[in-house]
């Protein structure tokens, strides 16, 4: 079953974590139904825009972990003007073999 990818533009700020903590609680509970129903895997990307702070983007990371705990592709990377930077590894093992990459 390949990977579907889902990008998701986003901005990480000290006044959004509890926001994107709900966030990453909806697309984990959508996403799981939608996969058993369809049989498919989705990846998630995240496109951080915008200046990343260590600090936040460290919590935002743990964050992510503990919603998602491996039941699912997560990739992070950093968006500039032209520019795309993968930010961390995945947070679960890397797609399936035959599936779509969120590698640049």
């Known amino acids: ?4 990818v889902v990008k998701c533009p986003v901005r990480l700020t000290e006044s959004n ?4 903590r709900l966030l990453y609680a909806d697309l ?6 939608r996969d058993a129903r369809n049989g498919t895997r989705t990846a998630l990307h995240f496109l951080w825009s915008g200046k990343l702070d260590d600090e936040l983007f460290g919590a935002t990371f743990a964050d992510q972990r503990h919603v998602f705990a491996g039941t699912r ?7 500039s ?4 930077q993968e ?3 995945w947070l679960s093992g890397p ?5 779509a990459s969120l590698r640049t």
Do not use: K
């Open 17 to 20: 974590r509890d926001d994107l």
């Open 73 to 79: 592709p997560v990739l992070n990377s950093a968006q």
């Open 81 to 84: 003007p032209g520019e795309l």
């Open 87 to 89: 930010t961390n590894r």
């Open 28 to 33: 984990r509970d959508h996403y799981t139904r």
């Open 95 to 99: 797609a399936q073999q035959g599936g």
């Open 1 to 4: 079953m390949p990977d579907l």
